[in-house]
């Protein structure tokens, strides 16, 4: 049995069908759901993905790429995200996996799919190989597509104190203008996450870009200037965050 033969029959054995139309409203989505929660999902998925190691990259790029464009449920399309992150093909997260990514964070568009991509795929490949992502992060800030955008805003969300600022600010700033709701959620959520490292600086940057309304309140929302301290601003780190 193929791979995504696997996966689709694993995840129809532990469906709910019943909760799949309270899953979809909830998520807006045009795709439909099976039903099956996260928790029952992740643990299947693993043993399916444990039974069916691929030992090539070439071979597991096609693999999560034919499980995401043959999706017909929504779960199919998170089994494709977590066959991308599983811990078996940690060493193929490498250049070459870029057009992939960028292929789900643009044909995902939606927050549940493109935000782990953003956060765990293309922020590890930034953290690994600073001086090709950089300036494609840069590239994707200025897109017309809302989805890369908001990966390039959203990339060092788990950089800490090793964000680069500079680009952090550059990813931001073609988006401050845009009244879309997840443009300015995703601007306040990775100022959020800079401030747990370097809260002064955040409120600094808030205050002088004149950031207001649904950005500011999260950028701010964890904040207690009087009492944290601030830290040095940092630069992507060199190896996976």
Not at 81 to 102: D, K, N, W
Not at 105 to 133: C, K
Not at 169 to 197: H, M, N, Q, V
Request: with cysteine.
């Amino acid at each position: 049995m193929s791979l995504g033969k696997a996966v689709r029959l694993a995840l129809r054995e532990i469906a709910e069908p019943g909760k799949a139309p309270a899953m979809q409203a909830y998520m807006k989505s045009e795709m439909p759901f099976l039903g099956v929660q996260s928790g029952p999902r992740r643990a299947a998925l693993k043993r399916v993905f444990t039974e069916h190691r691929i030992e090539a990259a070439p071979e597991w790029r096609r693999s999560v790429l034919e499980l995401w464009r043959e999706a017909e449920f929504r779960e199919e399309r998170y089994a494709a995200i977590e066959l991308s992150g599983f811990r078996f093909y940690r060493e193929f997260q490498t250049l070459y996996t870029v057009p992939m990514y960028e292929e789900m964070v643009v044909s995902g568009a939606w927050w549940d799919l493109v935000d782990e991509i953003a956060t765990h795929r293309v922020g590890g490949l930034l953290a690994a190989y600073p001086d090709a992502m950089r300036p494609l992060m840069l590239e994707w800030a200025h897109a017309e597509n809302l989805w890369k955008r908001r990966t390039a805003i959203l990339a060092q969300n788990r950089f800490k104190e090793r964000t680069d600022t500079a680009l952090l600010y550059a990813c931001i700033e073609p988006s401050l203008s845009d009244i879309d709701f997840f443009a300015r959620k995703a601007i306040g959520w990775a100022l959020r996450e800079y401030a747990k490292t370097n809260p002064r600086e955040v409120v600094r940057y808030v205050e002088a870009k004149g950031i207001s309304g649904l950005s500011r309140r999260e950028a701010l929302k964890n904040v207690n200037v009087s009492t944290a301290p601030a830290a040095p601003p940092g630069r992507a780190p060199s190896t996976p965050a």
